[in-house]
């Protein structure tokens, strides 16, 4: 895709992604995410809530075989999904759906969905609506995310989310009532001694030994730290 200046780009090592729709943003979040899910063996794949189609392009550049789908609820996030995985080097595995999660009924069931879902409960509503629809639970409660992930989920089947530290607790009790068990947590932190801000979880449907860990985004000076290089080196040419 032709840059121009009002187009923002994240690099992966085999493709530049281009996103031009001022609501949606490439955030810290969804690199994370990206960078964090184990997808290698999946087969089937959902991205919830897609915006400009990062998190499943990050999904398809580290599972060669997987058929990933991505899934959103806004018309302008969708077009610019498809404009990105259309000009990725994946494109025959990857597919754009303009659909609500709770609307979403597919002919198969998948192996591992992933969500950086919307997730400010209350506060000041957004004047933009697309913003508004993106970064507020109004269209994806989290009961919600649980209840419709479940069911679209093999039995042995994975949700892997990022959300606010505070979060956590809500979307772990709905996980555990509707059947969930929370295998693998990561705390991520923007520095050393600083509060958690995002929860990385992983959550499936068969009962495992949890994996906990931590994970800090910034060193005193300024520059990254080698955990957080390590996690995201296959999206950064710098690195």
């Not at 508004?132 to 089947?157: C, D, F, M, S």
Request: charged content about 25%; overall charge neutral.
């Amino acid at each position: 895709m032709n840059a121009n200046n009002s187009r923002k780009r994240f690099k992966f090592k085999q493709f530049e992604l281009t996103h031009h729709n001022s609501t949606m943003k490439v955030g810290t979040d969804g690199v994370l995410l990206g960078s964090w899910v184990e997808v290698h063996e999946n087969k089937n794949i959902l991205d919830v809530g897609t915006g400009c189609g990062l998190i499943a392009l990050m999904a398809a550049q580290r599972n060669s075989n997987g058929i990933i789908d991505a899934i959103d609820i806004d018309g302008p996030s969708i077009e610019e999904a498809k404009s990105n995985l259309d000009a990725s080097p994946w494109k025959t595995r990857l597919n754009a759906i303009q659909t609500s999660l709770q609307d979403f009924e597919p002919e198969k069931k998948y192996d591992h969905i992933l969500s950086n879902p919307p997730f400010f409960e209350s506060g000041t509503i957004s004047p933009v609506s697309e913003r508004h629809k993106a970064r507020h639970t109004v269209t994806l409660p989290i009961n919600e995310l649980i209840t419709h992930t479940y069911r679209l989920l093999t039995n042995n089947g994975r949700l892997s989310v990022i959300i606010p530290c505070n979060l956590e607790p809500q979307l772990a009790n709905y996980g555990e009532e509707k059947g969930f068990f929370l295998i693998r947590k990561t705390l991520f932190y923007s520095k050393k001694g600083n509060k958690p801000e995002r929860s990385l979880l992983c959550l499936s449907k068969i009962e495992q030994n949890l994996e906990p860990n931590n994970l800090v985004h910034y060193n005193d000076d300024g520059t990254w730290t080698e955990g957080y290089k390590n996690l995201t080196k296959d999206y950064h040419i710098k690195l």
